[in-house]
């Protein structure tokens, strides 16, 4: 089937740090992938997006590639930010299964300053 | 640009109650996704909304069911609670339905069962 498997979390970091949090996926057809953030009592934004292999998205520092030979979306960032503090979804979706999206199952994210 | 509305924010309900959720998508925007949101499960997917058709659906009980009108405006009701319907219920509003289209959530009902 579709499914994402998401680091567990939570994560801690000080400020400056570098950010990773690894996301790998299997499907069943041709996927889009996509990082999500979700912040205390909001919904879900969009953070970045990759719709080929090899494609990589970027926003705000934020950086993911889509490995089509590793199944995998891996989120990074260089130097994080107390803002960053969320909860980062990482989220498939199949060729010809409309808008319905798979979500990994979130990583917490905390940094201190 | 609005973006998309859900009402209510809050919601508190007793077991055996129905409940209705609205969603307002971005002007625009003709397909509606419906997710729930615990902490056990993560995010589920309920069912989108394309034109006022359900085109998919999750798997969940047919408790659960939901409406799209012609301004694309989107309902999702449940019927007979149960505590465990207790979630923040997500709707997502997209612009088309390939693959490649991200959706555009709203902030959520949280709704409590008690």
């Known amino acids: 089937g579709n499914s994402v498997t998401q680091m567990e979390g939570p994560v801690t970091l000080s400020e400056e740090a570098f950010l990773t949090i690894n996301c790998t996926y299997t499907a069943t057809g041709y996927p889009s992938l996509f990082w999500y953030v979700q912040y205390p009592g909001e919904g879900l934004q969009l953070l970045l997006k990759?719709?080929?292999?090899?494609d990589k998205g970027s926003n705000k520092g934020f950086e993911a590639t889509y490995r089509k030979e590793t199944t995998s979306f891996h989120l990074e960032k260089g130097s994080v930010q107390v803002s960053d503090s969320a909860v980062y979804f990482c989220?498939?979706?199949?060729?010809?299964?409309?808008?319905?999206?798979?979500f990994g199952t979130g990583t917490s994210l905390t940094v201190i300053p | 640009k609005a973006g998309v509305t859900q009402t209510p924010r809050y919601l508190i309900k007793t077991r055996g109650q129905q409940v209705t959720l609205s969603c307002s998508p971005i002007?625009?925007?003709?397909?509606v996704s419906w997710y729930q949101q615990t902490p056990g499960q993560g995010l589920q997917f309920l069912f989108e909304y394309f034109s006022e058709t359900q085109r998919n659906k999750g798997n969940f009980p047919g408790r659960f069911s939901g409406r799209q009108f012609s301004n694309s405006r989107s309902e999702m009701n449940v019927s007979t609670l149960e505590l465990g319907d207790s979630a923040l219920y997500l709707c997502?509003?997209?612009?088309?339905?390939?693959?490649?289209?991200?959706?555009?959530f709203g902030q959520g009902t949280r709704l409590t069962v008690v």
């Open positions: 997502a509003s997209s612009l088309g339905s390939t693959s490649n289209t991200e959706a555009f």
């Open positions: 989220a498939l979706k199949v060729l010809n299964t409309g808008n319905q999206f798979y």
């Open positions: 990759a719709t080929k292999a090899d």
């Open positions: 002007s625009g925007h003709r397909s």
